[in-house]
């Protein structure tokens, strides 16, 4: 599995980004899949993850309520709509894929990675 964020830029706190993460390779729609995200200094941190058929979702304390996770298996797409924007939440923001079927907020527990994508939310 090959994955390509996108959808990162600059945006007012209050704001809203919704990211994009493109997805090639067959066992796509079998993947968990998940969000991670990586503030300069700090630790690459969880924030999301969905099940292979979006039953199910888990997300990190400060994301709830204002990050929503989705996907698209048909389009081979994960999204992660994230609203409220505070600058605390700017990050370099990352897609992975797991290859087993339970969500788990480890970055060793994912398989496969995308390059990044970087949002910045200015005061």
């Known amino acids: 599995v090959q994955l390509q964020a996108s959808g990162g830029g600059l945006v007012q706190a209050g704001g809203s980004l919704r990211l994009s993460c493109a997805a090639s390779?067959?066992?796509?729609?079998?993947?968990?899949m998940g969000w991670f995200r990586q503030a300069p200094g700090k630790e690459r941190e969880f924030i999301t993850g969905i099940s292979w058929n979006g039953g199910t979702t888990y997300y990190s304390e400060f994301a709830g309520g204002r990050f929503t996770i989705s996907r698209d298996n048909a389009k081979n797409m994960v999204y992660l709509q994230m609203n409220s924007l505070k600058p605390e939440d700017a990050a370099v923001y990352y897609c992975a894929a797991r290859g087993a079927w339970d969500i788990v907020k480890v970055q060793s527990g994912y398989d496969y990675w995308g390059q990044g994508t970087q949002v910045t939310v200015s005061s």
């Open positions: 390779g067959r066992t796509f729609s079998r993947n968990v």
